[in-house]
């Protein structure tokens, strides 16, 4: 069984070169569009993006690469438990509900840019603003590599040349792809672009859902298997799983709420109705996107056997095989060798793959430019920079970033980073008081603030350099947020309220 | 406007039910319902709920639109 795609062809390849064409297009005619060459025009498209765009351009960033392999190869490894994937990613939209208002009206009362513009507003901490402001970056530093990564591992998986040639050449022309629109077109291209790929990628995964019913059949058939073959991926969870899946609704829900480049959406809406409309729209969407992640992988689990194989190797040690996130390629190779149509069928969602990578790597790169551009260089090493030339310094650093990602990306072909993946909520969700608080109650300081940020890391970090990737079944994560939230709550509490700042 | 104990107290009831932690003690819990295992199918149920719930809770223009409105006037 392979777990590579039967190698395009000709037309094929144009087909895929043509819609990687179209987004250049679309960044030089955000180019044509910019209204100024000033911040706010780069990195939120000037007086902001309608409803379409912005539902859109939410929904491809909100949904990786990582919701089409991660997801069915994790359904592959767990089974049904990993319907809580649909709640987690629910809850994303849950907890916008405690920003997006306030937040949308204070962006725009005070022109607001990167997301620690509220926290300097609010709290008048440098130091705070700063370490949220790095904090947030080597979050998603790390989440911004591994679409490089998949980008490469996309393209390898389709060609017959070296592998290793193909991963680097895969990384190398999608990274010059994504960098060029950007640097053309900023916000406007990214959000542009976008669109087109939220677009492709809902369309992938209506295809996706067709192709697995009509190449395995229902899905009833495949739970009776599973639960002939393996009971235990059918089972309701127990007391233990079920704090799980509670610790990964808050953390995912208010980690993936706190992403920067989700709140400088908030911010580049161009009116509260259509990000209302757009947040109505969003609760909807894990029905139609993690639900359909997760069939395919109760598909795969009864229909595919041996993606995850146990040997024996010379020392007499027990060594496993996991070749489970490989699930939809090996999908897409069965349905490719079906028919002409379903080549054609794997060619559009191969182009939702690259869609789903691209769209949020080119979120996560522009999110990272504005911070270091506007909190980094601007706050602390050129205070009288112009916007002209903090403008240029954001283009550069997209230019010298993606520079940097493609060396790492093709150095570490062939590692996973799904741990540290996963470590990325964990250090976001520190900032949760910090925003959701500090929108809402007015007695939150910034000392307490900046107290509890410090001890929730510190119990993050430690608990992980001690090997707890859960305790309780919880992520240490919510364990440093506990305390954070102590900190910052009992702390601002007991100082004047007649001295704290009025959030709006 | 989202910060209500009711809000949230909904919410927190729609999340109990949601996380299928009392389907183990319900002898239909792999009873087949749509293709999936009951349990599967109520946590479904009730993720369509907070979905439903956000929705609803989001009709209504937020105190920054009808000042917008307001000042257009």
């Given at each position: ?15 895929i070169g043509c819609y990687l064409a179209s987004l250049v297009v679309i960044g030089f005619l955000g180019f044509r569009a910019r209204k100024a060459d000033s911040l706010r025009d780069f990195y939120l498209a000037g007086k902001g993006i309608g409803f379409l765009v912005l539902l859109l351009t939410l929904y491809s960033t909100q949904y990786s690469g990582n919701t089409l392999f991660g997801f069915t190869g994790k359904t592959y490894r767990v089974g049904f438990s990993w319907t809580m994937s649909i709640h987690f990613m629910t809850a994303i939209v849950v907890f916008y509900l405690l920003l997006a208002p306030k937040l949308f009206r204070l962006s725009k009362e005070h022109g607001f840019i990167t997301p620690t513009d509220f926290l300097q507003y609010r709290f008048g ?380 | ?73």
């Amino acid at each position: 069984m392979s777990d590579r795609l039967v190698p395009f062809n000709t037309p094929e390849l144009l087909f895929i070169g043509c819609y990687l064409a179209s987004l250049v297009v679309i960044g030089f005619l955000g180019f044509r569009a910019r209204k100024a060459d000033s911040l706010r025009d780069f990195y939120l498209a000037g007086k902001g993006i309608g409803f379409l765009v912005l539902l859109l351009t939410l929904y491809s960033t909100q949904y990786s690469g990582n919701t089409l392999f991660g997801f069915t190869g994790k359904t592959y490894r767990v089974g049904f438990s990993w319907t809580m994937s649909i709640h987690f990613m629910t809850a994303i939209v849950v907890f916008y509900l405690l920003l997006a208002p306030k937040l949308f009206r204070l962006s725009k009362e005070h022109g607001f840019i990167t997301p620690t513009d509220f926290l300097q507003y609010r709290f008048g901490s440098p130091i705070l603003s700063t370490l949220a402001s790095i904090l947030m970056v080597v979050a998603i530093a790390n989440f911004l590599l591994a679409q490089f990564i998949a980008m490469g591992n996309a393209v390898e998986g389709l060609t017959d040349y070296d592998p290793k040639r193909a991963h680097a050449a895969g990384v190398v022309v999608l990274a010059l792809i994504i960098v060029v629109y950007e640097t053309l077109g900023g916000f406007r291209a990214v959000a542009w672009t976008d669109a087109i790929q939220g677009a492709v990628l809902l369309a992938g995964f209506v295809i996706l859902f067709v192709l697995v019913l009509r190449e395995f059949g229902s899905i009833e058939a495949a739970t009776n298997i599973i639960i002939a073959e393996q009971p235990e991926k059918v089972a309701a969870p127990g007391w233990s799983k079920s704090r799980e899946w509670l610790s990964y609704v808050l953390l995912v829900g208010m980690g993936g709420a706190l992403y920067p480049q989700a709140i400088q959406r908030i911010y580049a809406s161009n009116s509260a109705s259509g990000l209302r409309r757009s947040l109505c729209v969003m609760a909807f969407l894990p029905l139609t996107t993690a639900l359909i992640a997760l069939i395919v992988g109760v598909m795969g689990l009864a229909h595919i056997p041996g993606l995850i194989t146990q040997h024996v190797n010379d020392a007499g040690e027990i060594v496993t095989i996991d070749r489970s996130d490989t699930l939809l390629t090996v999908v897409c190779r069965r349905v490719q060798e079906g028919s002409l149509f379903g080549r054609w069928l794997v060619v559009v969602l191969f182009s939702a793959i690259l869609a789903a990578i691209m769209s949020t790597a080119d979120s996560v790169l522009l999110s990272i430019s504005s911070m270091l551009t506007k909190d980094i260089y601007g706050q602390h090493i050129n205070r009288s920079a112009s916007d002209k030339h903090l403008t240029l310094v954001g283009k550069i650093s997209s230019w010298v970033l993606v520079a940097a990602m493609i060396y790492l990306a093709i150095a570490l072909r062939g590692t996973t980073l799904v741990t540290l993946l996963d470590r990325k909520f964990d250090l976001l969700v520190q900032l949760a008081p910090a925003f959701f608080l500090g929108l809402h109650w007015k007695a939150m300081r910034s000392g307490p603030t900046l107290a509890g940020i410090i001890a929730g890391l510190t119990v993050v970090f430690l608990l992980l350099a001690l090997g707890h990737e859960r305790v309780a079944g919880f992520h240490p994560g919510l364990l440093g947020l506990a305390l954070n939230l102590a900190i910052a709550t009992l702390g601002s509490a007991c100082i004047d309220p007649r001295r704290s700042r009025e959030p709006g | 406007m989202f910060v209500t104990s009711r809000v949230w107290l909904i919410y927190t009831l729609l999340l109990v039910m949601a996380i299928p932690w009392y389907w183990r003690f319900l002898p239909s819990a792999m009873t087949i319902v749509s293709g999936v295992p009951a349990w599967v199918f109520s946590s479904l149920l009730f993720s369509a709920a907070i979905s439903a719930y956000t929705a609803w809770l989001l009709r209504e223009p937020w105190p920054s639109e009808t000042t917008a409105e307001a000042s257009d006037e």
